[in-house]
């Protein structure tokens, strides 16, 4: 089958153009180092010739609810319009667990992107998973008070990128399939215990403090929306064991 990834430099997207070609499909990544520009659409008309399903696991970095519905309405506009030209059958697109409770901030550009996908004019998957083991790293450091590091309270169900792109890459395989049972990770914890636990795993001694954050988006990190719920289905990665890989991996 050939297959497109939109975003298939990043975290998931990486893991799932390896997959995908080691399962002997044929890949095409959609980014702007290989001439497409999801934004404007430049380069997506070309390179979806031939292709049968499209993988849209592209992001942003914004956490403005207005720019993140405008990122994701722009380019899942773009892709559904470029895949109906080119006769694509099947959109498979990554959102997350919990969204319809917590549509703010950067959830908000996922629940239009869902929107428009279930809209859309041909066959479609979507499917929600949990934030990723990666997050962790992501937020320590964000915020500072001089030796203190500030992260979210959040109860988190994290999951591995890889997971995640494993079954990205079976639902592409299934066809499509609507809306399928979520993927969480193999365990819950607070955000600020998983951030502690990797800094300590590269040296960094610093006090991690959880903060709980304002507003409905808040609260939804601190009460367990953002976990998955009855009938998910669960990565096989804990943390610590991504955790030992990624420092085997710097060593």
Request: proline letters at 4%.
């Amino acid at each position: 089958m050939k297959i497109a990834v939109a975003g298939g430099t990043g975290a998931v997207g990486a893991h799932v153009v390896e997959l995908a070609r080691e399962a002997g499909h044929e890949v095409v990544v959609l980014s702007r180092g290989t001439g497409v520009d999801l934004v404007e659409g430049t380069g997506l008309a070309a390179a979806l010739a031939g292709v049968e399903a499209v993988v849209d696991v592209a992001s942003t970095f914004t956490l403005d609810a207005e720019e993140s519905r405008a990122f994701f309405g722009t380019t899942t506009r773009r892709l559904l319009e470029a895949e109906a030209a080119a006769g694509t059958c099947h959109h498979l697109a990554l959102s997350i667990v919990g969204i319809d409770d917590a549509p703010h901030g950067y959830y908000a550009g996922k629940v239009l992107q869902e929107e428009l996908v279930a809209a859309g004019p041909g066959p479609w998957t979507v499917l929600r998973a949990t934030q990723f083991h990666e997050f962790a790293g992501q937020v320590h450091g964000q915020t500072t008070v001089g030796p203190l590091v500030l992260v979210p309270r959040m109860r988190s169900e994290t999951v591995a990128a890889r997971d995640v792109a494993a079954r990205l890459v079976e639902l592409v395989e299934a066809g499509p399939s609507g809306r399928v049972a979520d993927l969480g990770g193999p365990e819950t914890a607070w955000m600020a215990d998983l951030s502690r636990a990797w800094a300590r795993a590269r040296g960094d001694e610093r006090r991690v403090l959880g903060v709980p954050l304002p507003g409905r988006l808040g609260k939804a990190m601190r009460d367990g929306t953002l976990v998955s719920g009855v009938g998910a289905d669960h990565g096989t990665t804990t943390f610590e064991q991504w955790l030992e890989g990624q420092v085997v991996e710097r060593a």
